[in-house]
């Protein structure tokens, strides 16, 4: 084990330690002999499900620290991180301001964006075409309107994935070396979906830092394996630069291709198959976005032996069940 570094400050918001079990009937049918095991980060909370509780958790102690008292912050109309970013500015009587980029969902007051409404955000909705720019731009005039008006807002990035939120999953990682210990699991691959990079980079920076005997493995559920590794290296830099606390460990991102799908948002059939095979065999739910194209993109490894070095595949549910609720067609098809 090597010396964790001292954390930055740190609200407690999410129920932690997460249950962490074995999965029997999903090892029998798809484990190909290996022990599939689940950390239920989508336990994190009721409203607040999910992985990005745990990085808000180190966004929310710097706003109060430092005299924020909005959270800005952006993504899909559906969104886990604008409804967690929102329901937790609203649980410490902060404001929420939330840019998101629009959908193709005929469903839009559902799921996450329902509950952003109930918890008191203030949005805005703008144009999937050429989202990156008018993000930029969004987020350039919001952080001067909010200066002018004397209450500066912290300004969150997407996923609330950058040197900040990284501590979240740093924090996971030493859960999770307690976790395998009980379990007396020798050495195992710890796989999650990725699609800002701030879990994977907490996650894979934590094992580092803790010796821990694990292999964490991304599986992209957009952009690419190349994006993502460059955004690992990116966000463990920055942090670095952030922490001086922070030893050099070696930090080397290893994402999975071929999860993605048609786009973000956009999942094959297979994937909402596998959701309802999932729920019916284990009682777990996942959803269409990140862990069901995820645990697709597992299953496809274990069959094509990417695995074969390791008896032990430890799956971080990493959540997104209000999601769910903006893809109820093609779940009904699948379920019936
Ligand atoms: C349910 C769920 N799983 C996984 C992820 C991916 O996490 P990250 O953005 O840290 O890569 C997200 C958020 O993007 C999410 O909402």
Same mark, same amino acid.
């Given at each position: 084990?090597? /010396?964790?570094?001292?954390?930055?400050?740190?609200?407690?918001?999410?129920?932690? #330690?997460?249950?962490?079990?074995?999965?029997?009937?999903?090892?029998?049918?798809?484990?190909?002999?290996?022990?599939?095991?689940?950390?239920?980060?989508?336990?994190?909370?009721?409203?607040?499900?999910?992985?990005?509780?745990?990085?808000?958790?180190?966004?929310? &102690?710097?706003?109060? /620290?430092?005299?924020?008292?909005?959270? @800005?912050?952006?993504?899909?109309?559906?969104? /886990?991180?604008?409804?967690?970013?929102?329901?937790?500015?609203?649980?410490?009587?902060?404001?929420?301001?939330?840019?998101?980029?629009?959908?193709?969902?005929?469903?839009?007051?559902?799921? /996450?964006?329902?509950?952003?409404?109930?918890?008191? &955000?203030?949005?805005?909705?703008?144009?999937?075409? $050429?989202?990156?720019?008018?993000?930029?731009?969004?987020?350039?005039?919001?952080?001067?309107? +909010?200066?002018?008006?004397?209450?500066? %807002?912290? *300004?969150?990035?997407? !996923? =609330?994935?950058?040197?900040? =939120?990284?501590? $979240?999953?740093?924090?996971?990682?030493?859960?999770?070396?307690?976790?395998?210990?009980?379990?007396?699991?020798?050495? &195992?691959?710890?796989?999650?979906?990725?699609?800002?990079? =701030?879990?994977?980079?907490?996650?894979?920076?934590?094992?580092?830092?803790?010796?821990?005997?694990?292999?964490?493995?991304? +599986?992209?559920?957009?952009?690419?394996?190349?994006?993502?590794?460059?955004?690992?290296?990116?966000?463990?830099?920055?942090?670095?630069?952030?922490?001086?606390?922070?030893?050099?460990? *070696?930090?080397? #991102? @290893?994402?999975?291709?071929?999860? &993605?799908?048609?786009?973000?948002?956009?999942?094959?059939?297979?994937?909402?198959?596998?959701?309802?095979?999932?729920?019916?065999?284990?009682?777990? @739910?996942?959803?269409?976005?990140?862990?069901?194209?995820?645990?697709? !993109?597992?299953?496809?490894?274990?069959?094509? !032996?990417?695995?074969?070095?390791?008896?032990?595949?430890?799956?971080?549910?990493?959540? =997104?069940?209000? !999601?769910?609720?903006?893809?109820?067609?093609?779940?009904?098809? %699948?379920?019936?």
């Amino acid at each position: 084990m090597l /010396n964790l570094p001292e954390y930055p400050p740190r609200l407690t918001l999410a129920r932690t #330690p997460t249950p962490f079990h074995y999965l029997t009937r999903a090892s029998d049918q798809w484990g190909g002999g290996k022990r599939l095991w689940i950390k239920r980060d989508d336990l994190t909370g009721s409203a607040l499900t999910g992985n990005k509780v745990r990085k808000l958790e180190f966004f929310a &102690a710097h706003a109060l /620290n430092n005299g924020f008292r909005t959270l @800005v912050t952006c993504g899909g109309l559906q969104s /886990n991180h604008c409804r967690a970013t929102a329901l937790v500015a609203a649980q410490l009587g902060l404001r929420c301001h939330l840019v998101l980029r629009a959908d193709d969902s005929d469903q839009a007051n559902t799921g /996450n964006f329902l509950l952003d409404q109930i918890a008191g &955000a203030t949005y805005e909705v703008l144009p999937a075409v $050429g989202w990156n720019k008018a993000l930029q731009s969004a987020y350039e005039r919001l952080e001067q309107a +909010y200066l002018d008006a004397a209450e500066p %807002a912290l *300004m969150i990035p997407t !996923g =609330g994935s950058d040197s900040l =939120g990284i501590w $979240g999953y740093i924090a996971a990682a030493e859960e999770l070396g307690r976790d395998i210990a009980t379990h007396h699991i020798d050495r &195992a691959a710890v796989v999650l979906a990725t699609g800002s990079a =701030g879990t994977q980079t907490g996650l894979t920076a934590g094992v580092a830092l803790a010796g821990l005997p694990l292999e964490v493995v991304g +599986y992209a559920v957009c952009d690419d394996a190349r994006w993502f590794n460059a955004k690992v290296n990116e966000d463990w830099q920055a942090a670095r630069r952030r922490w001086p606390q922070l030893p050099a460990v *070696m930090v080397e #991102p @290893v994402t999975r291709d071929h999860s &993605a799908g048609p786009a973000y948002g956009i999942a094959p059939p297979e994937v909402y198959k596998l959701i309802v095979d999932l729920a019916r065999l284990e009682g777990v @739910v996942l959803d269409p976005v990140y862990t069901g194209k995820a645990f697709l !993109g597992l299953l496809r490894d274990i069959r094509e !032996g990417f695995f074969d070095g390791v008896d032990d595949i430890i799956f971080v549910h990493t959540g =997104g069940i209000f !999601g769910l609720f903006a893809h109820e067609h093609s779940l009904i098809q %699948a379920a019936s």
